[in-house]
């Protein structure tokens, strides 16, 4: 009887031990998933950022007044200016005559549509795309851009103002998760603002 | 009798409880030896990730003429006043062949060459690939080698993509594992755009 339950003992230390060890291997994976969202949603950032603050200015046209800006409520690529909206959800691939693959085959890189598509920074509010990471797999990235106030970004605006804030949301379930095993986003957030008409 | 059975049982167990403590202790030394190679190579490729983003970022930096002198999937030469000394430095990027790096136990892993005014570095970072992509202003891609000054000066954006392994394998019961970590971003160094904000 004894021994029978200095087994059940043994067991219940190796378990708790096993489950110890699997969750630091966990936080592990967690972390390098984090480092790679990160990276991905900064390269977005800096796509986005890289554009043309708005639709009106892509002509090299300057804005004097926030009110000749696009409205809110008309985010998003502009069909009637000529630009694609991309309804699906973004990826970029590698085509090697007619096979693909989301990662380097040696084939010609075919890039995500929004770097041909969009022009302004407002394109890319609703925008998804998926990004492959070779150890990771798929990353989900979903961008919202809305007007924000000039004296306090934090809080968005419905008038048009010199200021819009990029959010920028990586999803992935290899990303830390919070108590009750919910998958916690990375969020990276930035505002591009308007300041041409100073020059 | 019942002291053979005695002893044959009490053996049994014995036998049991060592294996039960082996495979432990031994998920145990995998799962320690496995983390520490983890952190070095996740450390390895943040050095790395930051170094190529202080680098890259700087391209053209006070620098009056051409700015990128050659570029390709694995090189990348350009001139920058990387340490704000009113200095232009000569900087040039590219991947040695595996065989310089055969101190280590990974077959795939080769050095990075940084070149600088200051001398020239063989970085042992893990590598195991290590690719570049240039694009023009309109987002695309420059057919590499880029050597002519007109068509490095369409270079826009810088795509850059690595993956860093561990110098040491993991021998767990199942499989060789190899600690890793990826990482790519976009770079747009700012003397090469004309930023409208």
Known sequence: ?199 | MNIMLDYIASMLIFGILILTIARVQSNINTTLYLNTQSIITQGNATSLARQIEWDFLKIGHRVPGQKIIYADSTRLRFRSDLENRHFIDDVRYRILSTSELSATFNPRDFPLERETGSGTIKQNFGLVEFKLHYIDSLFRPIPMPITTESACAQIKGIYVSFRVEAPEPTVTAVDTQWAAISWQKLLFPRNLNSLYY
């Open chain 1, 1 to 199: 009887m004894l021994i029978l339950g200095a087994f059940v003992l043994l067991s219940l230390l190796a378990l708790s031990i096993n489950q110890t060890l699997l969750s630091t291997q966990t936080i592990g994976l967690e972390m390098e998933a984090n480092l790679t969202a990160l990276s991905i949603a900064q390269s977005l950032m800096d796509e986005i950022t890289t554009q043309e603050f708005d639709e009106r200015t892509t002509t090299g046209v300057k804005i004097y007044s926030p009110l000749d800006m696009t409205l809110a409520a008309s985010f998003g690529p502009l069909v009637e200016a000529g630009e694609t909206p991309i309804t699906w959800v973004d990826s970029a691939y590698y085509d090697l005559g007619g096979t693909t693959k989301p990662y380097d085959n040696g084939g010609i890189l075919n890039d995500f549509r929004s770097k041909a598509y969009y022009d302004d920074v407002d394109d890319y509010n609703g925008y998804r795309r998926k990004v492959y990471d070779y150890r990771m797999g798929y990353f989900d990235v979903d961008v919202i851009i809305e007007y924000v106030n000039e004296t306090t970004p934090d809080s968005t605006s419905t008038d048009r103002t010199n200021q819009k804030r990029v959010s920028v949301t990586v999803t992935q379930f290899n990303l830390s998760k919070n108590q009750a095993g919910v998958v916690l986003s990375v969020v990276l957030k930035d505002l591009a603002v308007y300041r041409r008409f100073f020059q």
